[in-house]
């Protein structure tokens, strides 16, 4: 040990500031754990706050906000030349995450959370080396949390360069609005941000290499999206995959092949490769210590989150499984109350969020998803058109459907788009952590006029009775 | 495409069995209407035949379970039967079945999951490899069949905190909802470990001395020596679950009395040879049966049930009998009882207990009593309490005939007393009745030759 290498110690060690980490942090320290947050970012909050959830966000809002005032001409409501600040955007979009950030790192303070800034390494089983600014620091542990995250997945051969070749993080942060961009990837992320490109002006291309927009998403959701995207003017290749992208002076020329045998070319200023993340598991020294990852690099865990050894934690991106921050925060919780000696284990149900217009949200099985698993469905759908709220919002695609098992009516999942949806699905959730069953939706009073009343009608109409439809199908 | 076995209906009213034992095992070639397995329902044990062949893949229940209808049973694998790499290993192929001990053996408590280890130095010992990783998002799931356990956030919190792993419990609410109730009756094998205080010690308060506290159904036994668990199932659970039912549905008075059966017990003996050339055992039972039928027909709220807010008068008059089997109690019976003559009764007495010991009772004959007769004097005792047969309204018990002084003409006499102790709901009916009805009941049993004479009407 060199002279003046001290060694702090602290009970818990949680490594990431995101909202698996922080709120980790935040529930051992309520539970009266003594806890050092290891952070590397300038602001607790991770890529969600900083880099991705509000950010996004925010742009998101505003680019609905343009596209609807023209629209609201129908109203009566007329506004001249709506255009885009960008600059004044972007800096408002910075005040919400420097807010939000603030107000974390003041918890944190508040909660007596120790943070150190730096990026942390395992070097012994119970210790960590913490390289700070001013050096490196070491800080011995009783247990520790790893929630570093995940980052995304650059192209093979070709590394991001965050001015032609970006990711989503430069995404959010571009110096202009691009007159035109290209995403390759047709997942929530490069559809979020390529829809509010496409709102605030841009021309955008989208390839993906799936048959489907959203893979993994009921194609049923991904319809109205898609016709939204065309009305845009978002030109949208499927089962396409580009070959090879030149970035050129001031654009880059992109060649793309399609599984049915076409090719072409685009040219974009900017194209956006949103293909996936990758964790951030490397560099941690988890393999000398002997924790246990699989072949993608996600660390193994336990429904406690408990890695391959017991008393570090793995929770997040980083221990693989659905990539949303919600899911980080509860994995977080059920890390804290482990180490805190109480009880837990992630037993949840994950409702899939993504703010394309319209929105997208989902929770438990699709009919798909419970056929596959032998299970005979009834379902139930609404449709917003037929909604008074909605009619009043002017916004009426879209619809929700509830799928229920057919022989108990046990509700098994929840599949909505439209208005506002992102609200709407904590209501099924809920429903599915309770184990609601149809008539638990159908007999509880849905206030009027409410989105949430497409919700009603849809549990209703799984027995054909919806109020406000009139059902073909006699049950 | 495997194959998927789905627990068929097994008759009117049955929603699920429990799984008595498997008669095959993963890997073993069906054929067509080969028992897979035993399922017990209600209180009969039927066997389930495989409605086609195949190899099977999985058995998607364990011993023990119940299984909704409609259920995966079993799945198959694909490809004929023959095709089975276990099939044809002995001259007989059929699947052998578990050993019955190995059913009853008791299983282990549920399995005391690892409670999180305490902070501590030793924490740090490396622990084998983390046994379920949760799927990776993108890698195609096993696609499970089976839906998450039908309980509350707050009911499986409870489970972690009681060390019950939730899904092996048996849920007794609605379509099968595990309840916090049965948690914690699940979590009785080990008592219930306190919460750790998630304050830190400095700001626990000191809590107050409790008084002794009540010993509970969770109690830990083990403190004060040796003790065996033996798992509630089949039709002790069963019995048990009934028995509770009626504990907490009913408003049970027990009116005991005796009758003189000197009379009958001669034309008894009288008439067994009769009997007997006939292939009947003759007993007293047959008598008793008759001479109730004929009170109840003057007493109907003893025929009955409380439903709701109606009481229902049965003018069906089909009466249990309890026997006593190797499994436990089980109450078949007899339909019209009034319209049956002794010999036929006694028949039937004897048919019937035959197929309840042998557990070859159909379902159905072990329904729709309106009245019901338990007799524990072949074993012994003068009188006890019976608990109803819920809904029935009345359940007549008897003890064991003795020989008792009576005075008659101012003489002492020995006479033969049969103990009658009949429990009824004091819901329905009162105390009144049910003691016209017993002395209408002794009034037979002393003078069987009434029986030929009064029909109730």
């Known amino acids: 040990m060199v002279v003046g290498d001290l060694t702090e110690s602290t009970e818990v060690a949680v490594l990431g500031g995101g909202p698996g980490g922080y709120v980790a942090a935040i529930r051992l320290a309520q539970l009266g754990k003594e806890v050092t947050l290891i952070n590397d970012d300038v602001l607790p909050g991770g890529v969600c706050l900083l ?33 885009v600040d960008w600059p004044v955007l972007q800096k408002w979009k910075d005040s919400v995450v420097q807010r939000l950030g603030r107000g974390v790192e003041q918890l944190l303070k508040q909660h007596k959370v120790k943070t150190l800034a730096g990026r942390g390494a395992f070097v012994g089983s119970h210790s960590l080396e913490i390289r700070t600014e001013s050096g490196p620091r070491h800080l011995a542990f009783e247990q520790a949390v790893v929630a570093t995250g995940s980052r995304p997945r650059p192209l093979p051969d070709l590394p991001f360069d965050g001015e032609k070749i970006i990711s989503s993080d430069q995404a959010l942060t571009l110096p202009e609005i691009p007159p035109s961009l290209l995403v390759v990837g047709g997942g929530y992320i490069g559809l979020e941000l390529g829809e509010v490109y496409a709102k605030l002006g841009s021309r955008v291309t989208v390839l993906e290499a799936l048959p489907e927009l959203l893979p993994g998403t009921d194609p049923a959701l991904v319809r109205p999206v898609k016709k939204k995207l065309e009305s845009l003017g978002v030109q949208i290749l499927l089962k396409t995959q580009a070959k090879k992208i030149k970035p050129a002076d001031r654009e880059v020329m992109v060649e793309w092949t399609s599984e049915d045998g076409a090719s072409g070319q685009v040219t974009a200023n900017r194209v956006l490769v949103a293909i996936g993340r990758v964790p951030n598991s490397e560099g941690l020294g988890l393999g000398a210590l002997g924790v246990a990852r699989d072949a993608k690099g996600f660390v193994k865990v336990d429904a406690r989150q408990r890695t391959s050894l017991s008393h570090i934690y793995a929770i997040g991106d980083v221990a693989g499984g659905i990539q949303l921050a919600h899911k980080a925060s509860r994995e977080g919780v059920v890390a804290a109350h482990n180490i805190a000696g109480e009880a837990d284990a992630f037993d949840n149900q994950v409702p899939a969020v993504i703010f394309t217009d319209p929105e997208i949200a989902y929770v438990g099985l699709s009919e798909a998803q419970a056929k596959e698993r032998g299970i005979e469905t009834s379902s139930g759908m609404f449709g917003f058109p037929a909604n008074g709220r909605a009619l009043t919002l002017d916004d009426t695609e879209g619809f929700i459907k509830v799928v229920a098992e057919k022989s108990s009516r046990r509700i098994l999942g929840v599949q909505m788009v439209g208005p506002h949806v992102s609200e709407l699905i904590s209501e099924a959730t809920l429903g599915l952590e309770m184990g609601a069953f149809v008539a638990d939706l159908d007999l509880t009073i849905h206030p009027h006029p409410t989105l949430s009343e497409a919700l009603h009608e849809a549990a209703e109409g799984v027995s054909g009775m919806a109020i406000h439809r009139y059902h073909t199908k006699k049950y | 495409m495997p194959k998927d076995f789905i627990f068929p209906d097994l008759g009117e009213g049955v929603a699920e069995g429990e799984l008595v034992k498997w008669l095959v095992k993963e890997g073993d070639s069906v054929k067509e209407d080969q028992d897979v397995a035993e399922v017990e329902t209600d209180k009969a044990l039927v066997s389930i035949p495989s409605p086609h062949g195949g190899v099977v893949e999985n058995l998607h229940f364990k011993e023990g379970d119940k299984i909704p209808v409609g259920a995966v049973l079993m799945s198959f694998r694909d490809g004929p039967a023959a095709a089975a790499p276990e099939a044809n290993k002995g001259p007989e192929s059929k699947p052998e079945p578990i050993p019955d001990k190995a059913a009853a053996k008791p299983s282990p408590p549920p399995a005391a999951e690892a409670r999180p280890d305490a902070p501590s130095p030793s924490a740090a010992k490396p622990a084998p490899a983390v046994p379920e990783p949760k799927p990776v998002e993108g890698a195609p799931s096993p696609a499970p069949s089976k839906l998450p356990v039908l309980a509350t956030p707050h009911t499986r919190k ?62 830990d036994f083990e403190k004060y020596g040796p003790v065996q668990r033996i798992p509630i199932k089949g039709i002790r659970r069963k019995i048990s679950e009934h028995m509770l039912t009626t504990a907490h549905q009913t408003v049970m008075v027990t009116h005991i009395d005796e009758a003189d059966v000197d009379a009958l017990m001669l034309l008894r003996q009288e008439k067994k040879k009769y009997a007997e050339e006939r292939g009947v055992k003759l007993t007293l039972l047959p008598f008793l049966m008759k001479a109730c039928v004929i009170a109840l027909k003057n007493y109907p709220y003893l025929n009955a049930s409380l439903s709701g807010d109606e009481i229902v008068l049965k003018d069906y008059f089909h009466f249990g009998f309890a ?22 009764l006694a028949t039937e007495l004897v048919d019937l207990s035959e197929q309840a010991r042998k557990r070859s009772i159909s379902l159905e004959a072990l329904k729709g009593h309106s009245f019901s007769i338990t007799n524990i004097g072949s074993i012994g005792g003068r009188a006890f309490t019976p608990i109803l047969h819920y809904p029935d309204s009345a359940i007549l018990g008897l003890g064991r005939t003795y020989q008792k002084p009576v005075v008659r003409g101012g003489e002492i006499k020995v006479a033969s007393a049969l103990p009658l102790c009949l429990t009824f709901d004091h819901r329905v009916t009162d105390g009144a009745t049910a003691a016209r009805f017993t002395n209408e009941v002794i009034k037979y049993l002393s003078d069987p030759d009434l029986l030929l004479l009064d029909d109730g009407d």
């Open chain 1, 51 to 83: 880099r991705g959830c509000i950010p996004s966000k925010a742009l998101i809002e505003a680019g609905n906000l343009l596209h609807r005032i023209p629209a609201a001409a129908a109203m009566g409501v007329l506004a001249d030349n709506p255009r």
């Open chain 2, 323 to 344: 026997v006593d089997t190797d499994a436990g109690l089980m109450v078949p019976v007899i339909r019209d009882v009034d319209q049956k003559s002794i010999m036929r």
């Open chain 2, 158 to 219: 409870l489970a972690r905190e009681l060390g019950v792993d939730i899904e092996t419990v048996r849920g007794s609410g609605e379509n099968g909802r595990v309840t916090e109730d049965d948690v914690r009756r699940a979590a009785a094998p080990g008592a219930p470990v306190a919460k750790p205080s998630p304050l830190p010690a400095a700001q626990a308060a000191p809590a107050p001395a409790p008084a002794v506290a009540p010993e509970t159904a969770a109690a």
